[in-house]
T-cell receptor, first 115, second 114 residues
Framework: GAGVSQTPSNKVTEKGKYVELRCDPISGHTALYWYRQSLGQGPEFLIYFQGTGAADDSGLPNDRFFAVRPEGSVSTLKIQRTERGDSAVYLC?????????????FGPGTRLTVL | AQSVAQPEDQVNVAEGNPLTVKCTYSVSGNPYLFWYVQYPNRGLQFLLKYITGDNLVKGSYGFEAEFNKSQTSFHLKKPSALVSDSALYFCAVRVYRGNNRLAFGKGNQVVVIP
């Protein structure tokens, strides 16, 4: 079946601009996660949705970052006033938490470059 | 807090030889442990996980990992490495009944030499 999809695959923007990154989870997965992976590092947690609500947004670095999931499926990560330090690969994952052991399945990521 | 350490930056191994990628963890509670693999310009692919039960976990592509509670380790192993196993490997941990976030190590680059 289809996996997690993310668009765009690459995004180049200028410092100060606004960007939106989209994630389409595996069909039926109620949990959705955003992570950020900087060069040479492992992914770092940003935010977790259970259904439409953000169950844990403690990983968002500051108030320039915001994410929504209005219908409990597709999610959009929004970054305002982008800075060069925001350049990274943004990964989305989904899982079906019928129990607390569910595996997170990742999309291919969006590579964001802020010039 | 939860964290993992992957002490080696790169692991070089000859094709056909055993492959080991090391991971140690730190959690306050019972851990759930995961291994993922990342190929260039690709997302993370799930390999295997330890939840409970048998300490030896078998996963995709012939990989296995052994949970050792006394050493707080979860090393990834493969008896005979292939050139196609060359990739970036990440260990991750989350806590039973904790939040759902995964804490990842920095990753290990595995290079299998033909």
């Amino acid at each position: 079946g289809a996996g997690v999809s993310q668009t765009p695959s690459n995004k180049v923007t200028e410092k100060g601009k606004y960007v939106e990154l989209r994630c389409d989870p595996i069909s039926g997965h109620t949990a959705l996660y955003w992570y950020r992976q900087s060069l040479g590092q492992g992914p770092e947690f940003l935010i977790y949705f259970q259904g439409t609500g953000a169950a844990d947004d403690s990983g968002l670095p500051n108030d320039r970052f915001f994410a929504v999931r209005p219908e409990g499926s597709v999610s959009t990560l929004k970054i305002q006033r982008t800075e060069r330090g925001d350049s990274a690969v943004y990964l989305c994952a989904s899982s079906s938490p019928t129990s607390s052991t569910d595996t997170q399945y990742f999309g291919p990521g969006t590579r964001l470059t802020v010039l | 807090a939860q964290s993992v350490a992957q002490p080696e930056d790169q692991v070089n191994v000859a094709e056909g030889n055993p492959l080991t990628v090391k991971c140690t963890y730190s959690v306050s509670g019972n851990p759930y442990l995961f291994w993922y693999v990342q190929y260039p310009n690709r997302g993370l692919q799930f390999l295997l996980k330890y939840i409970t039960g048998d300490n030896l976990v078998k996963g995709s592509y012939g990989f296995e990992a052994e949970f050792n509670k006394s050493q707080t380790s979860f090393h990834l192993k493969k008896p005979s490495a292939l050139v196609s196993d060359s990739a970036l490997y990440f260990c991750a941990v989350r806590v039973y009944r904790g939040n759902n976030r995964l804490a990842f190590g920095k990753g290990n680059q595995v290079v299998v030499i033909p």
